[in-house]
């Protein structure tokens, strides 16, 4: 098999072939060169699924879309391969080799040998069979860890560019607005600095794989109304500035994202796929963006068919295409014939084509993909017998024992310690009653974007292709010396009452209960959490709600562990539960990260990315309100949560002292200094997550009563101290001024240096001075947090 298809000539390499040409001058070259059938045709993607005998990708048919003809499409080329992994199980190794036949027949099929670029989705890990299942994002949030966010995201990138994979469908930047929303799960929490910040080190992973990045979904998909997928929504403006699109702009700042998803709903009666405001007056003219904008998945026929802003494909095609996006996914509808038609008869300018081809282009070129000698071989296969699919079966491993140690330890550091009356951690218990639905469920770790919960369901003949050892799995092994019992009492969303009597005789015959809770994550109403799966209240589902109140009242100590895509209201268990243990989908570590904090063998340093609520029908309502948005006389609804934004417990005890303001003041473009000591005062190792929350009593606009502008995980060992130095600048007290511009105003703040939201240990008061400044996408977004040496006490 020749590894270079680039076009054949009896000349010189091709300018758009040369390697050693600026690529702005090779993709004029090659647009100049292109007809328009040809230029079109790499504005869309096909959706496929690769061979399981590793022949060439076959087109994945979908009910919402029309029958592709591969070789009707492929002398012009083709933009995109749709999740060729992602689409149906295949063993690694085949599906690379189909990969490989696939580029090497789309590059041959073209005149200027141009492959596609295959795209997956990595929302959790690769969406592959086989692949390591990593924690679902609102874990990343958990863990207050954007180094470790970034070496998970270098690990999955890495694994995705061995197999030919060039792009992947993350990170969602979506800030929580309504917890009763389906894709919680996907998200990272409820406060933009979190979100940007870890996110941003997402993109900055998987891109150092050579992998590009996709943010979605932009903007505004998680403030929909009621918490409904796909519905409208109603926000300000200026609550778009200042919580949806702050994450974007990080990740496209400072990550250096490469592309962008748009959302699919409409704000205030404008589609995100047809707003030119949005996807080019201020992704590209504002921030600089020079990256590819993709549509969510059928999102431009969307325009026709559920937003009915367009009257024919063609009318969607060009408010899209005017709005800024390039690429139409998964598959060819209204970029091809009716696109193509629309030019034709002047009803779209070819100027717009050639706007997003260049972009396209400008892509595969930066990933080689227009390269002389580009190899359709990818890393993982190189030196392999490739006329020996048999052989091959087997071969690549995309779930190592690396990955596995690194899932693990981001599931560790993403288990949230809520409450406890020092059951915890359990000293060698002779009897466990372990109840729940989930604790015997092997995929009760997973997101509704693995691989087994989003493909592998469809096809139930087929193993996962990875380990998933359950809870009761993880607690023998954890408790070797325990007898240990498992009652399942009831359904995650049955209502089976049944079996609840037999939970609570066990329970009586326990030292303690373990309640095993929460979702079970699926598709479009399959689960309890997940796309499509929107809840309409955060009571928990089915009857665990009556469970768990009646092993509260067997006077057994219960700790209750939730294994959830969302935080649910847990009643009379908030402040009766002996402790409440908090995992969001922890992915196939979990159940062992799970079993090590309830046995002490890890201390937990967890925090809660997102409120859990008291009332399960206080929603939406997020830690970020302002101060009509708290509880008072005048409203019967009291949205105080349970357990705040930024919580977590530890089996050691922390005091913070000693606080100095060095820089009090500071003009509206200089930066703030203060230090203090954080002691660890208790008997073991531990990591205090110090989180900094500024506060502005008087602005010129409503803001909220407080918001998380850094933080910085701190370990510490017994009774050791460290001098904490923090310099915030004052960029970060900015926000949208009634004029619409991001403005920083003079004025008193306060720097609250907090254990959670609702924990402040320390306040720093602060002036800023002078005349009040804009600021834009180039202000400074983080504190600088710097440690002096150890001290001993």
């Not at 996709?214 to 997928?229: D, E, I, P, Q």
């Not at 049955?494 to 699926?522: C, N, P, Q």
């Not at 954080?678 to 110090?690: K, Y």
Request: proline share 7%; charged share 20%.
């Amino acid at each position: 098999m020749t590894a270079n298809v680039a076009v054949e000539t009896t000349s010189a390499t091709p300018l758009w072939n040369d390697p050693a040409q600026d690529i702005a001058t090779r993709v004029s070259a090659l647009i100049d060169a292109m007809t328009l059938k040809e230029k079109i045709a790499q504005l869309y993607g096909v959706w496929v699924g690769a061979s399981d005998e590793g022949g060439e990708v076959a087109p994945h048919q979908h009910d919402m879309e029309d029958a592709v003809d591969l070789d009707a499409l492929l002398p012009a080329g083709l933009g995109q391969l749709t999740r060729p992994f992602g689409t149906a199980p295949v063993d690694p190794a085949l599906g690379a080799l189909s990969l490989l036949r696939t580029q090497t027949r789309i590059a041959a099929a073209n005149r200027f040998g141009i492959p596609a670029l295959a795209h997956e989705e990595c929302l959790a890990g690769f969406a592959t069979w086989g692949a390591t299942a990593y924690p679902v994002p609102l874990s990343w949030g958990a863990t207050f860890d954007p180094g470790l966010i970034r070496e998970m995201a270098a690990a999955i990138g890495r694994d995705m560019r061995s197999v030919g994979v060039h792009q992947g469908l993350a990170p969602v930047l979506d800030v929580v607005r309504d917890a009763r929303w389906g894709r919680v799960e996907e998200t990272i929490g409820e406060d933009p600095y979190l979100v940007g910040s870890i996110g941003t080190a997402y993109v900055q992973g998987l891109q150092s794989a050579g992998v590009v990045a996709t943010l979605k979904h932009f903007v505004g998909y998680s403030a929909s109304r009621a918490g409904r997928n796909l519905a409208p929504v109603g926000m300000g403006p200026r609550e778009r500035a200042d919580v949806l699109l702050p994450p974007f702009e990080m990740a496209v700042w400072e990550g250096g994202a490469q592309s962008v998803m748009h959302a699919y709903t409409d704000t205030d009666g404008m589609p995100s796929a047809a707003d030119e405001d949005l996807l080019t007056g201020l992704l590209r003219d504002t921030w600089g963006f020079d990256g590819t904008v993709v549509a969510d998945y059928f999102g431009i026929a969307f325009l026709k068919t559920l937003h009915g802003v367009a009257g024919d494909w063609a009318e969607a095609a060009q408010a899209a295409l005017g709005a800024g996006v390039d690429v139409e996914l998964p598959t060819v509808k209204t970029y091809g014939a009716p696109l193509t038609e629309a030019v034709a008869a002047g009803r779209v300018p070819e100027a717009l084509i050639d706007r997003a081809l260049r972009r396209v282009l400008t892509q595969k070129a930066r990933l080689g993909l227009l390269d002389a000698d580009w190899d359709p071989v990818p890393a993982a296969l190189r030196g392999a017998d490739l006329d020996d699919p048999d052989a091959l079966r087997g071969t690549i491993d995309l779930d190592p024992p690396a990955n596995r140690e690194l899932a693990r330890a981001v599931a560790e550091e993403a288990v949230v310690l809520l409450t406890n009356d020092g059951t915890l951690p359990l000293d060698r218990p002779r009897r466990i009653a372990l109840v729940g639905p989930n604790a015997a469920e092997p995929t009760a770790v997973l997101g509704c974007y693995s691989f087994p919960q989003h493909v592998g369901v469809h096809h139930p003949e087929t193993p996962p292709g990875i380990d998933l050892p359950t809870l009761h799995d993880a607690l023998r092994a954890e408790f070797p010396d325990a007898h240990l019992t498992v009652v399942r009492g009831t359904g995650v969303d049955d209502g089976d009452v049944t079996g609840i009597a037999e939970a609570v005789r066990t329970a009586r015959e326990a030292d303690v209960v373990i309640a095993a809770l929460g979702d079970r994550a699926g598709l479009f109403g399959r689960g309890t959490s997940g796309e499509g799966c929107d809840a309409g209240s955060l009571a928990l589902p089915g009857a665990q709600q009556q469970l768990l109140d009646e092993l509260l009242a067997t006077g057994t100590p219960v700790v209750a562990v939730l294994l959830a895509g969302r935080p649910y209201a847990l009643g009379r268990a908030a402040d009766e539960a002996a402790a409440i243990v908090q995992s969001f989908f922890p992915g196939a570590g979990g159940t062992t990260a799970l079993a090590g904090v309830l046995s002490g063998r890890t201390n937990p340093s967890g925090r809660l990315p997102v409120s859990v609520p008291r009332d399960t029908g206080a929603q939406p309502a997020t830690y970020l309100g302002a101060r009509l948005a708290q509880a008072s006389d005048v409203s019967s609804v009291d949205p105080t949560a349970a357990f705040p934004f930024g919580h977590g417990l530890s089996y050691t005890s922390f005091h913070w002292d000693d606080l100095v303001v060095e820089r009090p003041e500071a003009d509206t473009g200089g930066e703030f200094s203060l230090s203090f000591t954080v002691r660890n005062t208790g008997g073991r190792h531990g990591t205090e997550v110090v989180q900094l929350y500024l506060h502005d009593p008087v602005a010129s606009v409503v803001q909220p009563v407080q918001r998380l502008v850094g933080y910085t995980r701190l370990p510490l060992a017994p009774r050791e101290e460290r001098r904490l130095r923090v310099t915030v600048p004052a960029d970060l007290a900015s926000f949208t001024g009634r004029d619409g511009r991001r403005v920083i105003e003079p004025g008193e703040l306060q720097l609250r240096l907090a254990a959670s939201s609702a924990d402040v240990r320390l306040t720093a008061t602060v002036t800023v001075t002078g005349a009040a400044r804009i600021v834009d996408h180039t202000r400074r977004f983080h504190p600088r947090f710097t440690t002096e040496p150890y001290l001993r006490a």
